[in-house]
């Protein structure tokens, strides 16, 4: 069967062979077109970059944990341009399918992997999650993602978006697959899940888990501009010094939106920079202590339903803004956050956060729906 190019950079049968034996043999990994794969270059979503960029001479650490663990690598999958985007559409490949929602998009900048994985085509999608980007495809497409504590997973050998919030995380069809991947990319940690979880206005209904539930108010979620305007200002001037100069030196090579976005870091200030990371810093420590004093984990919405594959771009700014209040909590916080189907039609996934270093947990609250 031919590959579908809208998701597939390059597919084999597979690309690269399993280098070892262990809990993943035989599972085949969709590689977001981020990561170093031995012999092969990182395209970033974008033919500019795939054109100038030498092929890779080792794995990054991620897919070489995966690899020695007994998975292979079915092939690199595309990616948001840069991974800046949340759509799953790129301008240049097109928008993969997402069979759970065919008039839909699959969510991203993970598009790829959550694609592959929805399909059939991969057991596991290898992504990342800068500000939502495992667990809104997992949520759009109805697929299981787990965004791990920041700096838990290796992001060496991955090309950056803004190195204060980039995280390596997998999506999978299913709890258990989720679950087998933990121990081979996460370090080891606390894996009980919570004695109870707090919940706040216009989440989904969480007494899937079976743990008592109390409501709570969060300022950052019931006036959510305060945050997305801190994270948006640390995000994009991140991402500007990290890909300012290639933007600079190729004009239009970028999507119009994508492009903007980039741009926006360059008139941060660093007075503005400093302000709104410590603005983050007083938010984290906040709901930390929520999360302590009450001995629960939080529930939100995942992010979803997805977008209309034709929505227009006014439209795309109201989806985009919505799907970021979902997903900058646990982004900008650096927390761990798996996101769970709701069974919901179109899909829309429940998101879960936890304090940092609970991932274990996490991927064991998870299991519960399967259990």
Known sequence: MTADPSVWRVKGMPLA??????????????????????????????????????????????????????????????????????????????????????????????????????????????????????????????????????????????????????????????????????????????????????????????????????????????????????????QAAEAWRAHGDWITAHPRALAVDVEDRFRFGAGVTPDEEAAARAFLAQRRAELLDLLADRDAWLVLPAGGPAHPRDLQPAGRDAWRRQTLRCAVPASAYGLPSVSVPSGADPPAGIAVIAPPGHDHGLLALASRLEG
């Open 17 to 234: 062979p399993a280098t070892g034996r262990g809990p993943l043999d035989g599972l085949r990994v969709a590689v977001k077109d981020l990561f170093q794969v031995t012999g092969f270059a990182v395209g970033g979503g974008n033919p500019a970059w795939l054109a100038s960029a030498l092929p890779a001479a080792a794995d990054a650490p991620a897919v070489a944990r995966l690899r020695a663990a007994g998975a292979v690598v079915q092939g690199i999958v595309h990616t948001d341009e840069l991974a800046y985007s949340l759509s799953g559409t790129n301008v240049h490949y097109g928008a993969p399918p997402n069979p759970a929602a065919p008039h839909l998009v699959t969510g991203g900048s993970s598009s790829g992997p959550a694609s592959a994985v929805a399909t059939g085509h991969a057991d596991i999608g290898l992504g990342t999650d800068t500000g939502g980007s495992i667990r809104v495809p997992a949520s759009c497409c109805g697929l299981y993602g787990l965004r791990p504590t920041h700096g838990a997973v290796p992001t060496e050998g991955v090309l950056p978006l803004a190195p204060s919030f980039d995280t390596v995380g997998w999506i999978t069809a299913d709890a258990a697959t989720l679950a087998l991947v933990g121990p081979v990319l996460l370090p080891d940690g606390p894996s009980a899940p919570p004695s109870r979880l707090l919940t706040v206005d216009g989440a989904p209904p969480c007494d899937r888990f079976g743990l008592p539930v109390s409501r709570v108010a969060l300022s950052t979620w019931d006036d959510p501009d305060p945050l997305l305007l801190a994270f948006r200002r640390v």
